[in-house]
């Protein structure tokens, strides 16, 4: 099994995918292109959403160990105007790429602060918001480019880090599963494997070799980019191969656990 990423490698890709971002809004002929990947968004509000979460993540890590964000990033987001002129809205997008990483790289990959997911599987530390950064980056990347006509595959290296930081970020909860024991195994073409188990106790997952004697109730199978943008609902279990019950991924998808 490959290694988490190192904390250099999750700034780089940071940039990198910023930067692929504004080159779709540079070429792209009118903001106010649609989004099919975020029903009622235009491009513009992409723009809006992934500057100002750079900015507001920014202003978390550097605040340090806390109960909750800042409350003047949660005001500034709120109030958050975008630049009209193109050339200003590109300098503001790579401006709030620039603070992100200036506050990353100041805290280092152990600086705490505060996150909106638990400590469970993912730490509450700035190597844990470059981590998931990178994740959201490139969604929003292949969102802007898929507004433009042009998806492209996610990154390998990236997407191979995005199937776990997703399990483990996104779906550890200590929250009931509200329904019959059982476990869903998402198996990456380039090697990797997972297993997301639910139950009375929550959802955890653990690394696996892909042949685990006790069979999940519903495996899913595809390139590691597949499986991430499946995680994040950008496309449907029906693009990929899914063994077992694919109705327990709609309940998988449903679940709303509390914490």
Known sequence: MEENLEFPDLLRLIDERSTAFRAVVAAAPGLDAQVPTCPGWTLSDLVKHLGGGDRFWAAIVGAGPADGPPAEAVAARAALELPQEREALLA?????????????????????????????????????????????????????????????????????????????????????????????????????????TVDGDGARTTRTTGEDPDAAGAAVHGTAGELVLYLYDRIQAESLHVDGDAGLLDLLRAWEPEG
């Open 92 to 196: 503001w997008l790579a401006e709030s790429t620039q603070l992100l990483l200036n506050a990353l790289r100041e805290a280092g990959p152990e600086g705490g602060c505060w996150t909106w997911w638990s400590a469970l599987q993912s730490p509450r530390t700035s190597g844990g918001v470059a981590r998931h950064r990178v994740q959201e980056t490139a969604v929003h990347t292949y969102d802007a480019q898929l507004a433009g006509g042009a998806p492209q595959p996610l990154p390998v290296e990236l997407a191979l880090d995005g199937v776990e930081e997703f399990l483990f970020t996104v779906c550890a909860t200590t929250s009931a599963w509200p329904h019959k024991p059982t476990a869903f195994d998402f198996h990456a073409a380039e090697g990797p494997s997972w297993r997301l």
